[in-house]
């Protein structure tokens, strides 16, 4: 089982981005995605989550309006599309699988059983 998150770098405030997470040794059908990040001296924030299961999309609040999640399972691949980014979403970008049931805790970092390694997102001027 391995998750590969990629498409971090540098961009100007009000700027986008696309994070796409590629999933292999299982299908995306079993399980959900979040997207978390972290930024130097932060907490672990839960970003958002896909449960191809049901269909459901789960956003943090900071980035509700902004952020889309989306999933292709044929290619076995989730996104994350950001837009209107801001300096306050610069962090490290993490991918991460789950069981798609008590999804209301789909932020707790705790319940994701395998991690990708992260991405680097820059907001800067």
């Known amino acids: 089982v391995q998750l590969q998150a990629s498409g971090g770098g540098l961009v100007q405030p009000g700027g986008s981005l696309i994070l796409s997470c590629a999933a292999s040794g299982f299908t995306l059908d079993y399980v959900a995605i979040g997207w978390f990040r972290q930024a130097p001296g932060k907490e672990r924030e839960g970003v958002s989550c896909?449960?191809?299961?049901?269909?459901?999309?789960y956003y943090a609040d900071s980035v509700k309006g902004r952020f889309t999640i989306s999933s292709d399972n044929a290619k076995n691949m989730v996104y994350l599309q950001m837009n209107t980014l801001k300096p306050e979403d610069t962090a490290v970008y993490y991918c991460?699988?789950?069981?798609?049931?008590?999804?209301?805790?789909?932020?707790?970092?705790?319940?994701?059983?395998?991690w990708g390694k992260g991405t680097l997102v820059t907001v800067s001027s």
């Open positions: 991460a699988s789950r069981p798609p049931t008590r999804l209301y805790h789909w932020d707790n970092y705790r319940e994701y059983i395998y």
């Open positions: 896909i449960s191809d299961s049901d269909g459901s999309t």
